[in-house]
């Protein structure tokens, strides 16, 4: 069956870079049209996409965030990682990673459990 | 940016309908889906691509999508189905959430 993990620090310092990396087992990031996307939710508040990479190395960034993201895989390890720059108190929320199972699917069908991180000096 | 709309909260009595909507402009010319969220668990796909649902999910839960809105019907309201739901659509290269709905069972 399908799992992903997600994996990084719970504590980061303002400015600092958080570094987040989502282990799944089940399927293989070389598959046609699958994917691994990243979500976060602030504590209490809605979801918000943040990026999703395609088995093809094909990257999507939200609008609003792309500069301070970056998504990368491992396929021989089945790992994506994201990177986000300059982290704020305001980006401190649980962050998911989730497989998308087709390039024309647009949804997330098998979420990880969710990683903590708060940002805080 | 494409922005989802949904009401905070809808309350619905147990075996009763509830209906949840997910307003955007021209969301009916797109696929939405439905997540449900129950507190301290991650989220749960129960429709997908307007209508379907995945395997495991109950029959009570149904979407559909026209024009501006799409809406999660959950028929004969249990009160394991108090949770959280998010619609979610994809629009110019990016996945929107929306705003979420808080769902009770009297």
């Known amino acids: 069956q399908i799992t992903l993990k997600e994996s990084g620090p719970t504590l980061v310092k303002p400015t600092q870079t958080l570094t987040l990396t989502c282990t799944f087992s089940?399927?293989?990031?070389?598959?046609?049209?699958?994917?691994v996307g990243w979500i976060r939710q602030p504590p209490g508040k809605a979801l918000e996409w943040l990026a999703l990479i395609y088995w093809d190395d094909d990257k999507r960034y939200s609008p609003s965030l792309k500069s301070r993201l970056t998504i990368t895989k491992d396929t021989s390890k089945n790992q994506v990682v994201l990177t986000m720059t300059n982290m704020d108190p305001v980006d401190t929320a649980t962050y998911y990673c989730a497989h998308s199972p087709c390039g024309s699917c647009r949804f997330f069908d098998y979420w990880g459990q969710g990683t903590l991180v708060t940002v805080s000096s | 940016s494409y922005e989802l709309t949904q009401p905070p909260s809808v309350s619905v009595s147990p075996g009763q309908t509830a209906s949840i909507t997910c307003s955007g402009d021209k969301l009916g010319d797109k696929y939405a889906c439905w997540y449900q969220q129950k507190p301290g668990q991650s989220p749960v796909l129960v429709i997908y691509?307007?209508?379907k649902r995945p395997s495991g999910i109950p029959e009570r839960f149904s979407g559909s999508n026209s024009g501006n809105t799409a809406t999660l019907t959950i028929s004969g309201t249990q009160a394991m189905d108090e949770a959280d739901y998010y619609c979610q659509a994809w629009d110019s290269s990016a996945y929107v959430f929306g705003t979420g709905t808080k769902v009770t069972v009297l």
């Open positions: 089940g399927f293989s990031l070389s598959t046609s049209g699958v994917g």
């Open positions: 691509q307007d209508s």
